[in-house]
């Protein structure tokens, strides 16, 4: 396995740091907490009595995450699981989340995340491809795990409520309705499972034993599809997380008071952009993160930031667009005027139109950046408050060396599409058990290959094309998806779109656009002449498709095939 690799030299100075926001450094210290467990201590003792996490309005304070953090670890470490262990979290976002996640880097253990919506395959292939020894799960989803125990190496079960570290009367009420009133609990039996409680009381009467960690050592094992195909297991060391972490807070320093800020998180935690965005930087940050559980409730989420007073948010395209289209938006942004500043995008392209009406809504611009799992995960992100849409995914963090190369590796000129390939201390040093796909990804120096299409402008700023695999190539012409859906979607008829490429006897392929109608008079021959006014003639769609809706993976991706059983369709996910 690759060692950690840490940034390159300095010289030369990329073009892109010539043009950074004025005070931020080039490259950062990467190495200011040796770890994650580090980085939580000193925030816990700094920031004791202010409020880390809010789920359901009940405040978890950072004296109390770190008590309940040392629990769960001393608790694992009484099971008799041993440092670099794996260890699973199967939960949506609950004030859980985060005392499992942290209670299992300060016992010296390996997180291994797993999407709670996963079905019984799925699960299984990640459990027993990352060897964990203990799953952590929301009683919810147990029949899953009941389905694929058998088939794993996992030992250790615990189990948890929806309302478990709400006040006492509220959890019982909680877990009163969701599991006999909302009948959201499906029966199961784990034989040997211990509750959630019962694990923190268990810990609780042993003193901490917490292992010193080094930037080295492996913090999480986070699958994804990747750049090569079958989910893997990325390894992120505490290292690579905590250098995106201060390369993040490098970028948005001028922007976030310690202490201060309070940040709604309605993305899952168990995917890396809300993980490193909202819990990790905010923490280092002294932050409150007010937990959504279920973004899809709208009405539950709308009443949530209403009556909140928050001054960031992270979503995806899919989930602004939302908000914008929710009758009580408005009311949210009269609520919370003159307190919002910092709207960040990522996990997928941000729509042109979304980013203006919501600069118009909130009177805040989207901030887009750009990153993947391998990358812990943010490579670039566009300055904050920028005043207008620019569709770019902005520059390279601090500490950070971003090239255009063409298909034999070799560097490109500004303003030539190719590969976005990525260099810097938050890249991951492989994937989990797989070297050979570890090596078609990483390269001498640590560069790797992201699979992504894009072009780098002369201030080093990054446009992002599409996937490499995503690109239609029309009688030799290269066309990107992103490139037609931005135009359709200008049409006012047009509430949601997708270009993929498909065979064509003439021209090898063709595009054939899939149109979600906002006008339900809207015709083919409608979005056809709209494509044509803006698009030259081989990036002009052959064929319209209308559906009533695009299915949409958990970040809001759009899935070109039906999900399987079991799978969400829209961001989030429900109980």
């Known amino acids: 396995m690759p060692e950690y690799v840490k940034a390159a030299s300095p010289e030369p100075r990329p073009i892109w740091v010539e043009h950074y926001p004025a005070g931020v450094p080039a490259e950062v210290d990467v190495r200011h907490f040796a770890s994650l467990a580090d980085m939580l201590a000193h925030s816990c003792r700094r920031y004791a009595t202010r409020a880390a996490f809010t789920n359901m309005r009940a405040v978890l304070t950072y004296a109390e995450l770190d008590r309940l953090t040392r629990d769960f670890a001393s608790y694992l470490k009484r099971l008799g699981l041993n440092r670099g262990d794996r260890v699973a979290i199967m939960l949506p976002n609950l004030l859980q989340y985060p005392v499992v996640f942290f209670g299992i880097l300060r016992a010296g253990m390996v997180v291994v995340n797993v999407n709670p919506l996963y079905t019984a395959p799925e699960l299984r292939h990640q459990l027993a491809d990352s060897g964990a020894a203990a799953i952590v799960v929301l009683e919810n989803f147990a029949p899953t795990l009941q389905a694929v125990l058998g088939a794993t190496a996992v030992r250790h079960v615990v189990t948890t409520q929806v309302g478990d570290l709400l006040p006492p009367l509220r959890a019982r009420l909680v877990n009163f309705l969701v599991k006999w009133v909302q009948r959201r609990v499906p029966p199961w039996r784990l034989p040997g499972s211990v509750s959630f409680h019962a694990a923190l009381r268990r810990g609780r009467r042993h003193p901490p034993d917490e292992p010193a960690l080094c930037p080295k050592d492996v913090a999480l094992l986070q699958y994804t599809g990747g750049t090569t195909g079958i989910p893997k297991g990325a390894i992120l060391t505490h290292g690579n997380l905590v250098a995106n972490v201060e390369q993040i807070s490098a970028w948005l320093g001028a922007t976030l008071e310690a202490g201060k800020e309070v940040v709604v998180t309605p993305l899952p935690l168990h995917h890396i952009f809300a993980l490193t965005a909202n819990l990790l930087t905010f923490v280092r940050w002294g932050g409150n993160n007010v937990l959504v559980t279920d973004p899809r409730d709208l009405r539950t989420l709308l009443r949530t930031l209403r009556t909140t007073r928050f001054s960031a948010i992270s979503g995806v395209n899919t989930l602004f667009r939302l908000l914008l289209d929710a009758p009580g938006f408005a ?31 909130t009177g805040i611009p989207l901030t887009e950046g750009y990153g993947l799992t391998e990358a812990a995960p943010v490579v670039c992100i566009n300055p904050v408050g920028g005043v207008a849409f620019s569709g770019a995914i902005g520059m390279p963090l601090p500490s950070t060396r971003v090239a255009i190369r063409d298909e034999t590796g070799h560097d490109l000129p500004p303003g030539q599409a190719g590969e976005i390939c990525v260099q810097g201390p938050q890249v991951m040093p492989g994937y989990w058990n797989m070297p050979e796909e570890t090596a078609c990804v990483l390269g001498l120096g640590g560069w790797m290959r992201t699979g992504d299409m894009g072009v780098m402008d002369a201030r080093g700023s990054i446009r992002f094309l599409a996937r490499c695999k995503e690109v239609i190539v029309v009688s030799g012409f290269k066309v990107y998806p992103k490139e037609v859906e931005d135009v359709a979607m ?54 319209v498709e209308f559906r009533p809706s695009l299915a949409r993976s958990a970040l809001g991706k759009v899935l070109l095939r039906p999900p399987t059983e079991g799978q969400a369709t829209t961001i989030g996910m429900c109980l």
């Open 331 to 361: 009311e949210v942004c009269r609520a919370n005027a003159g307190n919002l500043k910092l709207a960040v995008a990522g996990g997928m392209a941000v729509q042109r139109e979304v980013a203006l009406h919501w600069h118009q809504a």
């Open 490 to 543: 200008q049409h006012p008829g047009i509430r949601d779109a997708c270009a993929i490429g498909v065979p064509d006897e003439r021209s090898g392929e063709a595009v054939r656009l899939l149109v979600v109608r906002r006008d339900p008079a809207l015709s083919a021959e409608a979005v056809l002449a709209h494509c044509r006014a803006q698009l030259t003639s081989y990036k002009v769609p052959h064929y």
